[in-house]
């Protein structure tokens, strides 16, 4: 794929007996917003950690840039500018908003294994994160356990963001939260895309994908089901990529689902 920032090529992946993914092609572009859709075990978050590094494909190849690619780690990934925030992503609940940005990344001077952490710097550096993604928070001293759900996802969003990050991958963020910080999130997406972030977003809502994305692809069973610019399909094509059909068959009885 001629341009891809990132690109899959024929990911399987085995757990055992299980076949998580068979034979799948995967590719974004720099600054496009990709939706990936898909029922409950599709493949979804498999392929996600696998783009990430979490996970190791049992075949296939990765090509970033232009250039094969191997990652044995999230590390190897992240230095190349994949972040990935997870489906149950962990924020760290007793510690501040600007700690849990840099968490184990700190700003400060090495002295052999040790980092001195510098906080004066870590502080100002969140806030102005924080700003440019027009993220509000009363305070980056705050707990990230007092805040609520979509600020804490915001913040799980700022911290993949923090480094330089030009793919980042986003598993179901707006799963959990209520209708206003839906809003927000979505937002931060295309904020991120106006700053020339790739963003993959893995959502159940059709609103989600419809609000910030250039493309939306679905698996199914593990398998490329199909994929279109979203100019070209609609909420109830989708819908029926993810239970498996394709063409306009789908009734208005599903207009109204998520
Ligand atoms: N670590 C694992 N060990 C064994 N099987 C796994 C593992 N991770 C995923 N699977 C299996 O792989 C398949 C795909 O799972 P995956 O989590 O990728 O689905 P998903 O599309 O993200 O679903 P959901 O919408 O429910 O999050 C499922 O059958 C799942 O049980
Ligand atoms: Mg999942």
Same mark, same amino acid.
């Given at each position: 794929? =001629?341009?891809?920032?990132?690109?899959?090529?024929?990911?399987?992946? !085995?757990?055992? #007996?299980?076949?998580?993914?068979? +034979?799948?092609? &995967?590719?974004?572009?720099?600054?496009? %917003?990709?939706g990936v859709v898909g029922?409950?075990?599709?493949g979804k978050s498999t392929l996600m950690k696998?783009l990430s590094?979490l996970?190791?494909?049992?075949?296939?190849?990765?090509?970033?840039?232009?250039?094969?690619?191997?990652?044995?780690?999230?590390?190897?990934?992240?230095?190349?500018?994949?972040e990935m925030v997870h489906q149950d992503f =962990?924020?760290?609940?007793?510690?501040?908003? !600007?700690?849990?940005?840099?968490?184990?990344?700190?700003?400060?001077?090495?002295?052999?294994? /040790?980092?001195?952490?510098?906080? *004066?710097?870590?502080?100002?550096?969140?806030?102005?994160?924080?700003?440019?993604?027009?993220?509000?928070?009363?305070?980056? +001293?705050?707990?990230?356990?007092? /805040?609520?759900?979509?600020?804490?996802q =915001? @913040?799980a969003i =700022?911290?993949s963001?923090? &480094?330089?990050?030009?793919?980042v991958i986003m598993d179901e963020p707006t799963a959990a939260?209520?209708?206003?910080? @839906?809003?927000? %999130?979505?937002?931060?997406? *295309?904020?991120?895309?106006?700053?020339?972030?790739?963003v993959i977003i893995i959502s159940h809502?059709?609103?989600d994908?419809? !609000?910030?994305?250039? *493309?939306?692809? $679905?698996?199914?069973?593990?398998?490329?089901? $199909?994929?279109?610019?979203?100019?070209?399909?609609?909420?109830?094509?989708?819908?029926?990529?993810?239970?498996?059909?394709?063409?306009?068959?789908?009734?208005? #009885?599903?207009?109204?689902?998520?």
């Amino acid at each position: 794929m =001629a341009g891809a920032l990132l690109e899959a090529r024929g990911i399987s992946k !085995y757990f055992g #007996a299980i076949t998580a993914l068979r +034979d799948v092609n &995967f590719h974004v572009g720099p600054g496009e %917003v990709v939706g990936v859709v898909g029922d409950n075990g599709a493949g979804k978050s498999t392929l996600m950690k696998i783009l990430s590094g979490l996970f190791v494909p049992s075949e296939g190849e990765l090509v970033f840039d232009g250039r094969p690619v191997s990652f044995r780690s999230p590390k190897d990934a992240q230095r190349l500018g994949i972040e990935m925030v997870h489906q149950d992503f =962990a924020l760290a609940g007793n510690m501040p908003i !600007y700690e849990n940005i840099y968490l184990g990344r700190e700003p400060g001077w090495r002295l052999g294994p /040790l980092t001195v952490v510098d906080h *004066r710097r870590a502080r100002r550096m969140a806030a102005e994160h924080l700003n440019r993604l027009k993220i509000h928070v009363k305070s980056i +001293d705050q707990n990230t356990e007092d /805040l609520s759900g979509g600020q804490r996802q =915001a @913040v799980a969003i =700022a911290r993949s963001t923090a &480094f330089d990050a030009k793919l980042v991958i986003m598993d179901e963020p707006t799963a959990a939260l209520a209708i206003k910080e @839906v809003g927000k %999130v979505l937002d931060l997406v *295309r904020s991120l895309k106006e700053h020339g972030v790739a963003v993959i977003i893995i959502s159940h809502r059709m609103d989600d994908i419809f !609000y910030c994305c250039d *493309r939306v692809m $679905a698996l199914y069973q593990g398998t490329n089901f $199909a994929e279109s610019p979203l100019g070209t399909t609609s909420r109830n094509e989708v819908i029926g990529w993810i239970m498996g059909t394709k063409g306009h068959t789908q009734g208005l #009885a599903h207009d109204n689902m998520h």
